[in-house]
């Protein structure tokens, strides 16, 4: 398993678009994907609703777990993805 924590700097969070850029990447991998919230709520990375379901706001610290072949590189492309985020 592989994980990697992000602060989220984007100034409207992680809402629709940049939810759904996520998850459109997080479905190139063969690793299972998971986003893990402050509080602890875990939650597949490919499925939107439950992403959005986390209500991640500017300044969230978010963990993004990866388990399998390619592990390493989908936590990499995934925290710069949320690192990067634009509205």
Known sequence: MANITVEIKNETGLHTRPGNEFV??????NSAIEVENEAGTKVKGTSLLKLLSLGIKKGAKITVHATGEDENEAVEKLAHLLENLKD
């Open 24 to 29: 459109s990447l997080a479905k190139t991998f």
